[in-house]
């Protein structure tokens, strides 16, 4: 099966840029969406298709995929920007959905 | 506003059954695929299904392949899950997720309802 690896976890200082890679096999060949999940609360849709945002995201949300790899970008971070983050594809070999397993971003 | 509120989520034995409901309001139910998504305590997103818009297209986690079925009733703007032979490993939040209106392949969640528990044990 399909696996997608995150790191665990991300420190970054307030106003300073923050990037999550997400890993897997060829994964520039599949669109990859990122999920933002505060505690408590359902997940919401930061990027789509490797790099659209939905309307609502700000700017400082950005995403690439290219080869193994996959990153989200979240510029000037701000201490609401705490959360859990999520990257998930489809897995058309299999017809799988698969989620990364997630990366929590720790705002210092 | 686009809607997605769950429901019949609780407490059941293992072995047990159990049927999910997801009531849509405040966009054209029929036109958009929909997906199952859950959560254990404390642990990541699991895709656990998915049915295009018609339900002509159908998949599931192999974890719940044969144990689970989603369904949708077009006409009650409502989605469902199907849950038998339940084990505690399905222990989880359930969400009900939408899929985005041009999405090219399934699981492309715009919107996500609040979930329901679900808890297997004896």
């Known amino acids: 099966s399909y696996v997608l690896t995150q790191p665990p976890s991300v420190s970054v200082a307030p106003g300073k840029t923050a990037r999550i890679t997400c890993g897997g096999n060829n994964i520039g060949s599949k669109s990859v969406h990122w999920y933002q999940q505060k505690p408590g609360q359902a997940p919401v849709l930061v990027i789509y298709?490797?790099?659209d945002r939905p309307s609502g995201i700000p700017e400082r949300f950005s995403g690439s995929n290219s080869g193994n790899t996959a990153t989200l970008t979240i510029s000037r971070v701000e201490a609401g920007d705490e959360a859990d983050y999520y990257c998930q594809v489809w897995d058309s070999s299999s017809d799988q959905g698969v989620f990364g397993t997630g990366t929590k971003v720790t705002v210092l | 506003e686009v809607q997605l509120v769950e429901s019949g989520g609780g407490l059941v034995k293992p072995g047990g059954s159990l049927r999910l409901s997801c009531a849509a309001s405040?966009?054209?139910?029929?036109?958009?695929?929909m997906n199952w998504v859950r959560q254990a305590p404390g642990k990541g997103l699991e895709w656990v299904s998915s049915?295009?818009?018609?339900?002509?297209?159908?998949y599931y986690a192999d974890s719940v392949k044969g144990r689970f079925t989603i369904s949708r009733d077009n006409a009650k703007n409502s989605l469902y899950l199907q849950m038998n032979s339940l084990r505690a490993e399905d222990t989880a939040v359930y969400y009900c997720a939408r899929d985005e209106e041009m999405a090219t392949k399934p699981l492309t969640v715009d919107y996500w309802g609040q979930g329901t528990l679900v808890t297997v044990s004896s």
């Open positions: 298709y490797d790099s």
């Open positions: 405040g966009f054209t139910f029929s036109s958009y695929s």
């Open positions: 049915i295009s818009s018609s339900s002509s297209y159908i």
